[in-house]
């Protein structure tokens, strides 16, 4: 079923435009069958973008607004995209692969965030340093500028959203680039630009090829500050460009997250966030829990109580999934699928054993069993590679310090997780681990509220929270002599 729109548009300037590279037909990874059509920005369409951005920055149509009204207008948008989420959450589904339910989460939680940073902008203060009775100083926070966002597509809308948010909360105008295989439900986060009557220029969204709009885009000379989310490997070139143009950039990328389950935990707590941690967005999360690092003396009951959940698990076209439950959509494509795949197949090869699971289901969409393998090795490829996918890695240990040893052993450290009823235990856990964040007994606590990033090589600087919005704000200090 596709009751969609057959072509989708860029927006710049306030205008929607066709795209200088034609279009690019966008799959339906639940069937594997033509969706729409999306408008492809070519690297002048980008240039035109940035040019909008800066032109409404120098303009001062955001930055010299008072921010209660700025901070209107944000929520509003918020409040614009809540009036349509079942509207966007339909399209991403479709898109996506995910279920309609998870759709339906990550539109309303994309409107939160305009909530959220709506609600932050008057409380952005500056401050005054004293200097003796011949001085008055302070200091206040401008924006940089031209803010650009490079967005992956396994939660296009909520990343997009954190990122334009807090972006606008500070007053930069934003480019943003959406991902390629996912881009029509942005548009909703552009229509909710137009419907609220952000200044011209303020928010402007092109989907593009990677190698073309987004090399394009970090390149730019006139973008003042970066915002990117997605794999490592391109994050060492977005980071190399900012280098070149000495821009500021957040990089939120990839991770190997491991919960460590004490032979104290209380499983059926465990199991559940076990649930939402590998088989949410059919395991495409970049803080899924993709290791489960487990006490010897429960292991066996773990991996059993494991495989009976993913084996209950209904895998198949997130459209028809409309209820939060035990249920699985299609991953992105067939590409992704069949690399997942490719790694469960592997697995074998450093010893470890597919417990359930490990296979592509007999359909033309992109699916992929939910799988749980044991007995995976810490120092081997499923113990240090993302997965990306349904496919959970379980380890055994038998002392704490092993444990943190082999929590703490891949490049990554983007979350990290300990279950147990020891406060002690968890506390001095949360210490030693490497990770932006940290969960204890339920895997994906926190919020909007909550700053994100990662440790090591699952990048620098912070989304989300208060903290995102000092990567917006650049401080200026104003010493007056009386
Ligand atoms: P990706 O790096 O392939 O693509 C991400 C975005 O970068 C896309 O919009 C793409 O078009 C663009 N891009 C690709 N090449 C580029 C280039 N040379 N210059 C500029 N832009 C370019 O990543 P992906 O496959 O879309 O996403 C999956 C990865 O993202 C995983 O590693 C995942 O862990 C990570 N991720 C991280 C977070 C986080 O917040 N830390 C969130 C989601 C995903």
Request: charged content about 20%.
């Amino acid at each position: 079923m596709s009751n969609i729109a057959e072509y989708w548009k860029n927006y710049i300037d306030n205008q929607w435009a066709d795209g200088g590279s034609e279009r690019l037909s966008i799959e339906n990874p639940a069937t594997g069958g033509h969706l729409a059509w999306q408008a492809l920005a070519n690297r002048q369409d980008t240039a035109r973008a940035v040019s909008a951005a800066k032109a409404c920055h120098e303009s001062g149509a955001l930055s010299a607004m008072r921010p209660v009204e700025r901070g209107r207008l944000i929520r509003q948008m918020g409040e614009w995209l809540l009036d349509h989420v079942e509207e966007i959450a339909n399209i991403l589904c479709l898109e996506q692969g995910k279920q309609l339910w998870e759709a339906k989460n990550e539109a309303t939680n994309c409107a939160r965030y305009y909530e959220y940073y709506g609600n932050q902008v008057e409380t952005l203060e500056g401050k005054s340093i004293p200097l003796g009775q011949n001085y008055l100083d302070f200091t206040i926070y401008e924006p940089y500028g031209v803010s650009a966002q490079i967005i992956p597509w396994n939660f296009p809308l909520e990343i997009s959203a954190r990122s334009i948010a807090a972006g606008i909360a500070t007053a930069n105008a934003c480019v943003v680039k959406s991902p390629e295989l996912a881009p029509l439900s942005s548009q909703y986060l552009a229509r909710a630009a137009e419907a609220v009557g952000l200044p011209k220029g303020a928010l402007n969204l092109i989907c593009g090829l990677g190698d073309e709009a987004g090399a394009a885009l970090s390149e730019h000379g006139d973008v003042n500050q970066m915002v990117f989310t997605g794999s490592l490997a391109t994050g060492i070139r977005i980071a190399a460009s900012a280098a070149q143009n000495i821009v500021p950039c957040v990089l939120e990328l990839g991770g190997k997250s491991a919960a460590i389950v004490s032979s104290d935990a209380d499983l059926d707590n465990f199991i559940k966030s076990l649930r939402a941690g590998i088989f949410t967005n059919s395991g495409q999360v970049c803080s899924a829990m993709s290791r489960a690092i487990v006490h010897e003396d429960i292991h066996d009951e773990v991996v059993e109580r494991a495989v009976e959940l993913a084996q209950s698990i209904s895998v198949g076209p997130g459209i028809e999934r409309t209820q939060p439950g035990l249920n699985m959509g299609a991953m992105i494509n067939k590409n992704q699928r069949d690399k997942a795949e490719a790694f469960c197949q592997r697995a074998g090869h450093d010893g470890a054993r597919i417990v359930t699971g490990g296979h592509r289901l007999n359909h033309h969409g992109s699916f992929l069993q939910p799988t749980i393998i044991d007995k995976v090795d810490p120092a081997g490829e499923l113990g240090q590679t993302e997965v990306f996918g349904p496919v959970i890695s379980i380890m055994k240990y038998q002392s704490e310090n092993q444990a943190i040893e082999i929590a703490n052993g891949t490049q990554y450290g983007l979350v990290g997780g300990i279950f147990t009823r020891d406060l002690d235990r968890a506390m001095n856990t949360a210490r030693k681990l490497r990770a932006g964040q940290i969960f204890v007994n339920e895997w994906f606590a926190g919020g909007v509220e909550t700053p994100f990033g990662g440790y090591g090589k699952s990048g620098y600087g912070r989304e989300k929270g208060r903290e995102a919005l000092s990567n917006y704000i650049q401080t200026k200090n104003v010493a007056i002599r009386l």
